[in-house]
């Protein structure tokens, strides 16, 4: 996934306030912080379910809060929603369609120990386990 079509799904320009065309680009969003709108673009569109941002990203009351005082996320919240988006990217690409990658990321799945891909997403090296069994299954292995 490039780093446009990251920042397309975290709401595009309109939403960042600025165009990504690079990796360097969407690291300087992150570092700077991402608006609290580009959560609602990634609850819009219908992969994750609020729950599951606010275990993978940021707790309820701290998106209220943030919202409410009109602040960011901060860095590090930043950096695991755009990880969120590039791997449900990937697996809507590997699999061929949202309602795929959705089953697939809820699934128990043997090439990462019976762990579901959703559940990894909370640290990087759990993201780069689901990126390699996502990599496999675009090479026809089966995971």
């Given at each position: 996934?490039t780093a446009r079509a990251v920042a397309e799904?975290?709401?595009?320009?309109?939403?960042?306030?600025?165009?990504?065309?690079?990796?360097?680009?969407?690291?300087?969003?992150?570092?700077r912080g991402l608006p609290t709108r580009a959560?609602?673009?990634?609850?819009?569109?219908?992969?994750?379910?609020?729950?599951?941002?606010?275990?993978?990203?940021?707790?309820?009351?701290?998106?209220?809060?943030?919202?409410?005082?009109?602040?960011?996320?901060?860095?590090?919240?930043?950096?695991?929603l755009a990880r969120v988006v590039r791997v449900?990217?990937?697996?809507?690409?590997?699999?061929?369609?949202?309602?795929?990658?959705?089953?697939?990321?809820?699934?128990?799945?043997?090439?990462?120990?019976?762990?579901?891909?959703?559940?990894?997403?909370?640290?990087?090296?759990?993201?780069?386990?689901?990126?390699?069994?996502?990599?496999?299954?675009?090479?026809?292995?089966?995971?």
């Amino acid at each position: 996934m490039t780093a446009r079509a990251v920042a397309e799904a975290l709401g595009g320009k309109k939403v960042l306030k600025r165009q990504v065309r690079s990796d360097l680009d969407l690291l300087a969003a992150i570092q700077r912080g991402l608006p609290t709108r580009a959560v609602e673009e990634v609850l819009r569109s219908g992969l994750f379910e609020p729950g599951e941002v606010y275990e993978l990203v940021v707790a309820r009351r701290t998106l209220a809060h943030r919202k409410e005082k009109r602040q960011p996320l901060s860095p590090e919240q930043s950096d695991r929603l755009a990880r969120v988006v590039r791997v449900a990217d990937l697996a809507e690409d590997a699999l061929g369609n949202r309602q795929k990658a959705a089953r697939w990321l809820r699934k128990p799945n043997r090439s990462i120990q019976g762990k579901r891909p959703i559940d990894l997403l909370k640290s990087d090296i759990g993201a780069r386990m689901v990126e390699r069994a996502l990599g496999r299954i675009e090479h026809g292995v089966y995971s």
